[in-house]
């Protein structure tokens, strides 16, 4: 998808978030839920200006950025190669916070349900169209497996995404069959994630030795 339509999506996505948050403010609670634990149970609250404005206002922040790396990158002609899933990358994070949004606006309106499993499949997509621009992204300072060792060298930020994007691919699908496990569904999203990225740091150091051995 090319950039203007990219930017026509998610300004779009954005205004609907901030007309829904002027629109349902008199219809929200003085303070409003906003943190769920693992159990699915409310365990913060924030005033009702901060609950119903604060992601929009951070999903416009993030847009912000994502428009700013591009021009920032020392290697913004690498970001170029893979622009069109960078895209679409920047698309699935704005939708994906709006979702979390409507979530947080519909429980503090009163319906309940269990808020870790509405979030573990989302997060599982999440996880798996990163395995998929891992596949695809070449050396930058910004998107994607980035330590030193594949910054460093093609060769090794080469194999390390190749092995990132089946890795996070998994962690994917492992996050959205922890909708089969309700009390334990949001480990199921954040244990893979992690052991995937702890792997991947300790591979790509292995991956650089063997390099500078060559």
Partial sequence: MDNKKTNLIIISVIILSFLSAFYLYPKLPDRVASHW???????DYLPKIWGVFLMPAITLAIFLLFLLIPRIDPLKKNIAKFRNYFNWLIILIVVFLLYVYSLTVFWNLGYRFNMTLFMTPAIGLLFFYIGVIL???ERNWFIGIRTPWTLSSDIVWKKTHQLGAKLFKVAGIIAILGIFFAENALWFAIIPAIA??????????FEHKKTAVK
């Fill in 135 to 137: 596949k695809h992204a």
């Fill in 37 to 43: 634990n693992s159990q699915g149970q409310v365990d």
């Fill in 196 to 205: 995937s990225s702890l792997f991947l740091l300790v591979y790509s150091y």
